[in-house]
């Protein structure tokens, strides 16, 4: 039941990154995701909620909700950027292709043989959305910020998967990939930081033109 | 049968209350004591003893169709089912004819406003014309979602099979639809966010700016069918938040008006906490409540 609007509030962050255009928007978004997933963790093992499944929501939580878009909101912050440079699709079309990337998602997620049921029968289906949804925003988008946020979205829906599967792989797993995220976040902050320093722009498009 | 014709008139009698309602929601949320309850009664029956005078750019349509809107409300209000009680009318399919008689209302006030001829007019036309293109389809949508759930053709079937049982096995469908139907609801009657009733003759509006030329009883049954609207819209939002079907007759039909009273009680919120936005967000507030429904109905698939 929770299990459920948690994965419907899930997709509806998906479509409203796809719909707005503010990059503080994307980033609190993100955030929410964050928080979502956290209490998805705790959803889908309500039956059989051990210390290490509390220890990763929690953990994820903070993560995702908390320090990720700390670090996103400095680099925003410091590379001087409000809004996300028009993207290659525009924002009715990113729409109009989420929508179109649902029912895929669906049809995928329910005939996708798993080695056992999986709790709840839209988790999957929703992860795998997640992810389409994220490569379509490294895709999409031009600017760097936005490629990151996608990547974040990607490796939400890979969480929310990984939930989904908890049972099999264990928590260290679980937390090893969130350090790596972590890890992934800081290097790309840093790289976002020297791209804009040395092109003032962190418009990936027009990174191919070298720069004296 | 009985039931549903006194369901029918209770409709006819009870619709301006629903502005009443909101009109005092809004005036508590102000500190304003608002105007008397029967103030749109009242109005009509003013605009009714009037005569209409009519400009000499207008031709036949515009006498014709604020009856031809007047009636298009009432035959889709006769499709209606109320308090989980059949429609004097019900058959298989009745909710595209619901939907296409609300079209027919709209087509009626577009042309009215065209056939004045004032470039104002068109202008609240054109804009009525791209925001009901947005708007049908979530509604058509979102009764295609309810059919699906339900099982049911007819909205006669479909609304009241609406029940507890739904909101425990697909609440989240249920949460959607009403979200969408909400939207709609919004947009259709011209209400805030998308259109302020209560401004005249300003730039940003869209419904009151097609009936300037209107006057007398034209204007009359046009405000009527308007309520009327809101009545119908309302009885599909209420039919879904509050599920009468096990209940008896009188408790049925006292929970199906504490709902209406609900809807309206709710327009008048959000109009006092909201402000009118911007045009040329709506349609992406429109495309949202289709994107809801089209969310909803891949749910219900399953």
Not at chain 2, 182 to 199: H, K, Q, W
Not at chain 2, 271 to 286: D, F, G, Q, T, Y
Request: hydrophobic share 60%.
């Amino acid at each position: 039941m929770v299990t459920q609007a948690l994965l419907i509030l899930l997709i509806l962050t998906c479509l409203s990154l796809l719909g707005s255009s503010r990059l503080s928007a994307y980033i609190r978004i993100v955030a929410l995701q964050g928080l979502l997933l956290g209490a998805l963790t705790l959803a889908v093992h309500a039956k059989s909620l051990s210390t290490d499944i509390v220890l990763l929501a929690l953990g994820s939580t903070i993560i995702k909700s908390l320090v990720v878009p700390r670090m996103l909101a400095r680099a925003i912050r410091e590379a001087d950027v409000r809004t996300a440079a028009r993207p290659f699709l525009g924002y009715g079309g990113s729409l109009v292709a989420g929508m179109l990337l649902l029912p895929v998602a669906l049809w995928l997620g329910w005939h996708l043989t798993l080695p056992h049921p999986v709790a709840g029968g839209l988790v999957v289906p929703v992860s795998l959305y997640a992810m389409f949804i994220g490569l379509f925003l490294i895709a999409g988008r031009q600017q760097a910020l936005t490629q990151i946020l996608g990547y974040l979205v990607l490796e939400n829906g890979i969480y929310a998967f990984g939930v989904a599967l908890l049972v099999d792989y264990p928590l260290w797993v679980e937390l090893a990939i969130l350090l790596d995220l972590l890890g992934a976040v800081l290097v790309m902050g840093v790289i976002l930081f020297d791209i804009n320093r040395d092109f003032d722009h962190i418009d990936t498009s027009r990174l191919s033109a070298l720069k004296d | 049968m009985p039931i549903a014709l006194l369901h029918f008139a209770l409709a006819l009698v009870l619709s301006p209350m629903l502005l009443s309602l909101t009109h005092r929601t809004k005036a508590f949320f102000a500190g304003r004591q608002g105007a008397p309850w029967l103030q749109p009664y009242f109005e009509l029956g003013r605009l009714l003893r009037k005569g209409a005078v009519f400009s000499t750019t207008t031709s036949w349509v515009f006498q014709v169709a604020p009856a031809l809107g007047l009636a298009a409300a009432m035959a889709a209000l006769t499709l209606l089912p109320f308090a989980g009680h059949r429609a004097i009318i019900a058959f298989p399919g009745d909710l595209l004819l619901f939907s296409g008689l609300l079209a027919l209302w709209r087509f009626a006030a577009i042309l009215a406003a065209l056939d004045t001829g004032s470039s104002l007019e068109g202008m609240g036309a054109s804009r009525e014309a791209a925001l009901s293109a947005l708007g049908e389809p979530a509604l058509i949508l979102a009764l295609g979602a309810i059919a699906r759930q339900t099982g049911q053709l007819s909205l006669s079937g479909m609304l009241p099979a609406l029940t507890v049982q739904t909101w425990n096995q697909a609440w989240p469908v249920l949460a959607l639809l009403l979200v969408t139907l909400a939207l709609v609801y919004l947009a259709e009657n011209g209400r805030v966010p998308f259109d302020d009733p209560t401004t005249h003759l300003e730039l940003t509006m869209i419904h009151e700016v097609m009936i300037l030329d209107s006057s007398g009883p034209d204007l009359a049954f046009i405000e009527y069918a308007a309520a009327l609207k809101l009545w119908i819209l309302g009885a599909l939002m209420a039919a879904i938040l509050a599920p009468v079907s096990p209940l008896p007759e009188a408790p049925a039909l006292l929970l199906a008006l504490a709902g209406m009273a609900g809807v309206a009680i709710a327009t008048g919120v959000t109009e006092s906490v909201m402000a009118r936005s911007r045009l040329n967000r709506l349609p992406k507030v429109l495309g949202t409540a289709s994107i809801l429904v089209a969310v909803a109905l891949l749910l219900i698939q399953r």
